[in-house]
T-cell receptor
Framework: AQSVTQPDIHITVSEGASLELRCNYSYGATPYLFWYVQSPGQGLQLLLKYFSGDTLVQGIKGFEAEFKRSQSSFNLRKPSVHWSDAAEYFCAVGAPFSGNTPLVFGKGTRLSVIA | DTGVSQNPRHKITKRGQNVTFRCDPISEHNRLYWYRQTLGQGPEFLTYFQNEAQLEKSRLLSDRFSAERPKGSFSTLEIQRTEQGDSAMYLC?????????????FGPGTRLTVT
């Protein structure tokens, strides 16, 4: 069965510091991979997605993620965190060759940003 | 494009009562998904539709849960005889449903509290 593991429940970083959120997946093939962000009272917003091709993908708000097949990982990074990045981040997988199937989400990583 | 909307945003009900939530997808989207999110967890898939056809409902949590999308536009999720364990955020998402790279857009959710 497909599963997504986000090992870090909560991360605190200083504003301006770099950020890496970890995501590992279990899937029979290379799935489609997504990172979503959820702010309090808001719906999930897609940050970036990987379907195929270049393993380093760029997203919105200065985020990027790197797909590593050998490690079954899709870690999210940002070089300099802003206070407005404080939110819950979810990694998700979808069936390959179909971006329209239900997604399987990790449990999320809550990001706190301190001055 | 007004995004995915959900109503109500909050619902407090007493155990044993029935509740119904509504989701209005982005107008041209023909796929609609329901997810449930409990505290500290990522969204969990419940069911989804392609137009008015329900493609998957085995993941609905019990026979107390049902969903409809009668005209292929808005959808309703009903929970009968609510239990305290049903307290959660219920999320709706929609996608264009064509091609394999269509992303899912999420609504703000309906937060259900069962007392």
């Amino acid at each position: 069965a497909q599963s997504v593991t986000q090992p870090d429940i909560h991360i605190t970083v200083s504003e301006g510091a770099s950020l890496e959120l970890r995501c590992n997946y279990s899937y029979g093939a290379t799935p489609y991979l997504f990172w979503y962000v959820q702010s309090p009272g808001q719906g999930l917003q897609l940050l970036l997605k990987y379907f195929s091709g270049d393993t380093l993908v760029q997203g919105i708000k200065g985020f990027e993620a790197e797909f590593k097949r050998s490690q079954s990982s899709f870690n999210l990074r940002k070089p300099s965190v802003h206070w407005s990045d404080a939110a819950e981040y979810f990694c998700a997988v979808g069936a390959p060759f179909s971006g329209n199937t239900p997604l399987v989400f990790g449990k999320g990583t809550r990001l706190s940003v301190i001055a | 494009d007004t995004g995915v909307s959900q109503n109500p945003r909050h619902k407090i009900t007493k155990r044993g009562q029935n509740v119904t939530f509504r989701c209005d997808p982005i107008s041209e989207h023909n796929r609609l998904y329901w997810y449930r999110q409990t505290l500290g967890q990522g969204p969990e898939f419940l069911t989804y539709f392609q137009n008015e056809a329900q493609l998957e409902k085995s993941r609905l949590l019990s026979d107390r849960f049902s969903a409809e999308r009668p005209k292929g536009s808005f959808s309703t999720l009903e929970i009968q005889r609510t239990e305290q364990g049903d307290s959660a955020m219920y999320l709706c998402a929609s996608s264009l449903g064509v091609g394999d790279t269509s992303e899912q857009y999420f609504g703000p959710g309906t937060r259900l509290t069962v007392t």
